[in-house]
């Protein structure tokens, strides 16, 4: 039988490793400082700074207040990441949130997690990033008018599919379309950034005067507009889940977070300047994609320039998304938590391609279904849910197992503030303005539970999907992955 028997008991080694004939593929530690820097920033900086500034104005209802948002939103990311690379150096297993749930709280939170994330939280992160690049893709061709939504989520649905080949096809291809659309995010922001700054020496302040006027004060707008601003700095834990493959991680994983997430701070709060330089407030709101309307005013007759800039950017930071959206998948499947299938690599290609094949999927539904606003309100309500558990589970391993070796030990006070942001961030809206979507939403989180018990704990598997395993095994041409157990 090619199905594996699985353990899932605790394993002190997650290393992935492919048996074709006698070769083995080993995750190898190359991942260094810069590169840490890079992954963090690269996947930080997609699409939310060219589509979240008119929602956070909106919610907010003030220039000021909206940039004081980004900037509280850019320190929570900080605390949040400080936090998490203490997790790192005491749990030094690639996964993020899941695999430090799954060794502080057990199984059933564990399963719960991948079980959301998977089927929900991720996929509606690349839908959100490939709605987004689709709309700055397509607006160059509906000049003086909005794009039809039709001509958008069809954009967007290529989008993950074309992903999805790239991915499927071969991991270093990924990786360098990563780096290289990194490179162009980069450029556009530091394009905005210095006409922004051309503007306001030019004597055009406009916006900033009397800027705290109209400010909004109800808990439940400004959660939402911590969510839209959140949603850009969405990444902060991404090099979390490369941990077994960085170099020196109990070095690595501070340092990269404390060099990365100050550098996009600044940039997204000078960008933010530079928007309301451009545009009053008004036309900031009325605008569909704030960085062309800017590029219109600014730039005149290169504002394509901007067009495409951003959706390079945004489909750099899609495939980032799917890359690890994929991974996620993959992990939860090799822990016993996901089908068999979805722990299984490609034969010839060595890439998890059945995790990524459900991970499109999944993002293909939620882009016929949603769109940009509301899918950024759930992705944030069912992240920071989980954010504040993982975040949790540090503070229990601070106050209940101080003994356990640790590199680098962040300040008690940081994880508190987290953990108080968090359940902010989770019951605001609720209060504030309750939506049925929330409640379907928890109501979907704990169906979960219907499935753990059975599939998981009990491990009742009907024979049929064993050979429904074997079918897709010999269709999509993958094997299982085995770890390096030495």
């Known amino acids: 039988s090619t199905m594996r028997n699985r353990k899932t008991t605790d394993s002190s080694h997650s290393s992935a490793d492919l048996n074709e004939g006698k070769e083995k593929l080993r995750l190898k530690q190359e991942v260094g400082l810069i590169s840490g820097v890079s992954l963090i920033a690269g996947t930080m900086i997609g699409s939310g700074i060219f589509m979240s500034p008119e929602w956070v ?76 690049f689709a709309e700055y893709a397509v607006a160059p061709f509906y000049p003086g008018c909005s794009s039809p939504q039709v001509v958008i989520k069809c954009t967007a649905a290529a989008c993950i599919l074309l992903l999805t080949i790239i991915n499927c096809l071969n991991v270093r291809l990924a990786t360098s379309i990563m780096n290289i659309f990194t490179a162009a995010k980069l450029l556009a922001l530091l394009v905005i950034v210095v006409g922004g700054l051309v503007l306001l020496a030019k004597g055009q302040t406009q916006s900033f005067q009397n800027a705290f006027q109209n400010t909004t004060a109800g808990i439940g707008a400004v959660g939402v507009a911590f969510y839209q601003g959140l949603w850009s700095y969405d990444g902060w834990n991404n090099l979390n889940y490369v941990t077994e493959e960085l170099k020196k991680p109990e070095v690595t994983l501070p340092r990269a977070v404390m060099i990365a997430i100050p550098l996009v701070t600044c940039l997204y709060l000078l960008v933010n300047v530079s928007y309301l330089a451009a545009m009053t407030p008004s036309e900031l ?154 409640l379907y939403i928890i109501l979907f989180v704990f169906s979960g539970v219907i499935l753990y018990f059975p599939l998981v704990r009990f491990r009742c598997h009907p024979r049929f999907l064993q050979r429904v395993t074997l079918h897709l095994q010999l269709f999509l041409e993958v094997a299982p992955t085995t770890r390096d157990e030495s």
């Not at 749990?91 to 399963?111: H, Q, V």
């Not at 950017?313 to 690890?324: I, R």
């Not at 962040?410 to 929330?438: G, N, R, T």
């Open 57 to 132: 104005l909106h919610h907010m209802g003030s220039p000021a207040s909206s940039l004081l948002i980004w900037a509280a939103c850019g320190v929570l990311a900080m605390f949040g990441a400080l936090s998490y690379a203490e997790l790192g150096t005491i749990i030094k297993e690639s996964g993020g949130e899941y695999i430090y749930i799954l060794r502080i709280f057990g199984s059933f939170p564990a399963f719960l997690f991948a079980y959301t994330s998977v089927i929900l939280v991720r996929p509606a992160g690349l839908a959100a990033v490939c709605l987004s």
């Open 285 to 438: 709101l009325s605008s569909g994609a704030v960085a062309v309307t800017w590029g219109d005013k600014v730039l005149g007759s290169w504002t394509w320039l901007i067009s495409l800039s951003v959706a390079l950017s945004t489909f750099g930071s899609s495939n980032g998304t799917f890359f690890s959206g994929g991974r996620m998948c993959y992990i939860a499947a090799r822990e016993g938590h996901m089908p068999d299938i979805l722990s299984m690599a490609h034969v010839r290609c060595l890439t998890p391609s059945p995790a990524l094949m459900f991970t499109s999927a999944m993002s293909l539904i939620m882009i016929i279904s949603g769109n940009f606003t509301s899918i950024v309100n759930f992705f944030s309500f069912v992240a920071w849910f989980f954010y504040g558990m993982t975040i949790s589970g540090l503070l229990y391993l601070k106050i209940k197992k101080p003994e356990l070796p640790r590199s680098y030990k962040v300040p008690i006070i940081i994880p508190i503030i987290v953990l108080l942001a968090s359940v902010y961030l989770v019951l605001a809206p609720i209060i504030d303005q309750p939506q049925m979507e929330i």
